[in-house]
């Protein structure tokens, strides 16, 4: 087995035992530094499970624009309400999907406003 492969295996199981309940995380970064490879050097980038299901931020968003045009912070507010989360949790989310969808054509933007078609 290359070392690389042995490294990316070990790499997984760090992230695996670091948002888990650390077992094992010593032993994991002892094997590390004896393939020469810093376990400090490792991004661990914050796990955060799925919101919405597949379709269903697309559904809320029609939703929202169902009514008539709203401004991006007005769908977040109209979105998060009906999901009932808070704003901050949603914000980049939705915006990703109504940009998204704008290039697909599932709505558009007038000026600071989103219309359904």
Known sequence: MKDSSIIS????M?????RGDQTGLEHINALLLQKDYNPDDQLVRQHRP?????????????????????TGPEVVAYVGKAKGVGHE?????????LSGGKIR?????????????
């Not at 760090?14 to 670091?18: F, G, Q």
């Not at 809320?60 to 008539?68: E, N």
């Open 50 to 70: 799925r919101m919405f299901k597949r379709g269903e931020l697309k559904r809320a968003i029609l939703a929202a624009l169902r009514d008539g045009p709203k």
């Open 14 to 18: 760090r992230l695996e035992a670091i």
């Open 105 to 117: 054509g599932s709505w558009y933007k007038n000026g600071d406003n989103w219309t359904a078609p």
């Open 89 to 97: 949790g949603l914000r980049m989310s939705v915006h990703v999907a």
């Open 9 to 12: 295996m070990l790499l997984h």
